[in-house]
């Protein structure tokens, strides 16, 4: 993979203290993609292209339409309605001439031999247009950039390691995309002190997230109602951020 390394914002997430610096990025990398879809890339042909092409996902379409640009989501949404027609129509004959076959075939006749075809796939191609996703792409590209980034890092940055080894490991998915990204960037003893390190934070800071969500449950028991909270107000925030990849709930 050869590209422009840019250490600074991976320096940067690992500085904070949170339960997944690669959340923070992408945190960030998901909100300069809205602002840019929304603004920028309305201008911008190629870009346009693309999203009649891909769209969005139901998630991202909800993002951009809470920041609150209409103009800019209803022109770029008014195309990418158009496109959306033309490959309706293209599925419907598909979808009408499957029902026509089907509907003279008794119902247990059409699974097992059917399965998959016909209807089915009518119907995949429909939700193959609903959950494609222009923005969930980009941001995947990025990511996997600032995974590579973490690993040069890791490989060629003496202070690294250490702060590394402080971080209070990832969310489930970051986690399976190091492990992943580490097996085709890292070698010898570094892939195996990297993975080493990486798996001993990940199940210390799994047990330590456990242990401060059980003290939330404990605390509303009327016996400890007065004892102090510890780190546990906002444990079930974290869980879910640790779990649920890229939840960044807010208070
Ligand atoms: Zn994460
Ligand atoms: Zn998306």
Same mark, same amino acid.
């Not at 603004?39 to 991202?60: A, L, T």
């Not at 076959?101 to 429909?126: I, M, Y």
């Given at each position: 993979?050869?590209?422009?390394?840019?250490?600074? +914002?991976?320096?940067?997430?690992?500085?904070?203290?949170?339960?997944? +610096?690669?959340?923070?990025?992408?945190?960030?990398?998901?909100?300069?993609?809205?602002?840019?879809?929304?603004?920028?890339?309305?201008?911008? +042909?190629?870009? *346009?292209?693309?999203?009649?092409?891909?769209?969005?996902?139901?998630? !991202?379409?909800?993002?951009?339409?809470? /920041?609150?640009?209409?103009?800019?989501?209803?022109?770029?949404? !008014?195309?990418?309605?158009?496109?959306?027609?033309? /490959?309706?129509?293209?599925?419907?004959?598909?979808? *009408?001439?499957?029902?026509?076959?089907?509907?003279?075939? /008794?119902?247990?006749?059409?699974?097992?031999?059917?399965?998959?075809?016909?209807?089915?796939?009518?119907?995949?191609?429909?939700?193959?247009?609903?959950?494609?996703?222009?923005?969930?792409?980009?941001?995947?590209?990025?990511?996997?950039?600032?995974?590579?980034? @973490?690993?040069?890092?890791?490989?060629?940055?003496?202070?690294?390691?250490?702060?590394?080894?402080?971080?209070?490991?990832?969310?489930?998915? !970051?986690?399976?995309?190091?492990?992943?990204?580490?097996?085709? !960037?890292?070698?010898?003893?570094?892939?195996?002190?990297?993975?080493?390190?990486?798996?001993?934070?990940?199940?210390?800071?799994?047990?330590? @997230?456990?242990?401060?969500?059980?003290?939330?449950?404990?605390?509303?028991?009327?016996?400890?109602?007065?004892?102090?909270?510890?780190?546990?107000?906002? /444990?079930?925030? *974290?869980?879910?951020?640790?779990?649920?990849?890229?939840?960044?709930?807010?208070?």
């Amino acid at each position: 993979m050869k590209q422009h390394i840019d250490t600074a +914002p991976v320096w940067e997430s690992y500085r904070q203290d949170c339960e997944c +610096p690669l959340c923070l990025l992408q945190a960030k990398v998901e909100a300069s993609n809205v602002d840019y879809f929304l603004g920028e890339s309305v201008m911008e +042909p190629s870009q *346009r292209i693309e999203v009649n092409k891909k769209g969005f996902c139901p998630g !991202h379409f909800k993002m951009m339409y809470d /920041a609150g640009n209409r103009l800019g989501l209803a022109l770029m949404t !008014h195309t990418y309605m158009k496109e959306t027609i033309k /490959a309706l129509k293209d599925n419907a004959d598909r979808a *009408r001439s499957a029902a026509a076959s089907d509907s003279g075939v /008794a119902l247990f006749k059409r699974f097992g031999g059917q399965k998959g075809g016909g209807l089915a796939d009518a119907a995949n191609e429909v939700k193959k247009l609903a959950n494609t996703c222009l923005l969930c792409d980009r941001i995947r590209e990025n990511m996997e950039r600032y995974v590579y980034t @973490l690993l040069y890092m890791y490989k060629h940055e003496p202070e690294f390691p250490k702060l590394f080894e402080q971080s209070k490991g990832m969310c489930l998915e !970051h986690y399976a995309q190091a492990l992943e990204m580490a097996q085709k !960037h890292l070698s010898g003893e570094q892939l195996r002190r990297f993975v080493d390190t990486l798996t001993d934070i990940e199940l210390k800071n799994f047990d330590r @997230l456990s242990g401060e969500i059980e003290w939330f449950t404990n605390k509303f028991d009327y016996r400890n109602q007065d004892k102090p909270w510890g780190n546990s107000r906002d /444990a079930v925030k *974290r869980c879910v951020n640790k779990l649920g990849h890229q939840v960044i709930l807010e208070d």
